[in-house]
């Protein structure tokens, strides 16, 4: 069974910080690594999906990298902001019912 | 419709009593995902639905647990005899024919049992 671990649980930073979020996961055969943003009270969107096949996905001022052969993952936030304040999960996939593994998150405070 | 819908959004019961939790996939949306969200054990995925067919009913914890899908839309997961460590809040995700594009997850249901 898949297991995926983030560090750190928790994390606090004035604005304007660049920070990375860490993700590791024990099977390399994954098919699928995402990275999720969920709000208080608030499902889970979307922020990054990495294909097995691709090392980097980029989006505004978020970049997500892969490295299976090390079983990793990270989200680099550049020029954090209050508005990015959230838990920030990680998931894989490892079959194509893509079904995911999750995390437990990174708590992420973004002070004014 | 423009997303996941999920009903109620939260619910309070007794311990032993069963509850339904309801999801209503996007319009379209094939595949059907149920995942239970706990302090102690993070996210977790519970089953699996493509169509009305569950291929995938791995995560569910118990027996007391079961859930359907009917014209490859609504969705209903049931506890029957609820325990207070059900308690939690329960994710449903739709996605176009199981792929991870266009997969979407609703607000939760979040459960407490007293």
């Known amino acids: 069974k898949q297991e995926v671990t983030q560090i750190p649980a928790a994390l606090s930073v004035p604005e304007g910080e660049n920070l990375v979020l860490n993700c590791s996961f024990t099977?390399?055969?994954?098919?699928?690594l995402q990275w999720f943003r969920q709000d208080p009270g608030k499902g889970l969107t979307s922020l990054l999906l990495?294909?097995?096949?691709?090392r980097e996905q980029t989006s505004g001022r978020l970049n997500a990298s892969l490295d299976k052969s090390s079983g990793r993952s990270t989200l680099y936030i550049a020029a954090s902001q209050p508005g990015d304040s959230a838990t920030y999960l990680c998931?894989?996939?490892?079959?194509?019912?893509?079904?995911?593994?999750f995390g437990s998150g990174t708590k992420l405070n973004v002070k004014p | 419709g423009a997303g996941v819908s999920q009903s109620p959004s939260n619910k309070v019961t007794e311990k032993g009593k069963d509850v339904e939790l309801r999801c209503d996939p996007i319009?379209?949306?094939?595949?059907l995902y149920w995942y239970r969200q706990s302090l102690g054990q993070g996210l977790e995925f519970l089953i699996y639905?493509?169509?009305?067919?569950?291929?995938?009913k791995s995560g569910l914890p118990s027996d007391r647990f079961s859930a359907e899908r009917t014209g490859g839309s609504v969705s209903t997961l049931t506890i029957q005899r609820t325990q207070q460590e059900d308690s939690a809040v329960y994710l449903c995700?739709?996605?176009?024919?199981?792929?991870?594009?266009?997969?979407?997850f609703g607000s939760g249901t979040r459960l407490t049992v007293v």
């Open positions: 995700a739709s996605s176009p024919r199981g792929t991870v594009y266009g997969y979407t």
């Open positions: 099977d390399s055969a994954i098919y699928n």
């Open positions: 990495i294909q097995s096949s691709q």
């Open positions: 998931a894989a996939t490892t079959d194509n019912f893509n079904k995911f593994y």
């Open positions: 319009s379209g949306h094939t595949a």
């Open positions: 639905f493509q169509g009305n067919s569950a291929p995938d």
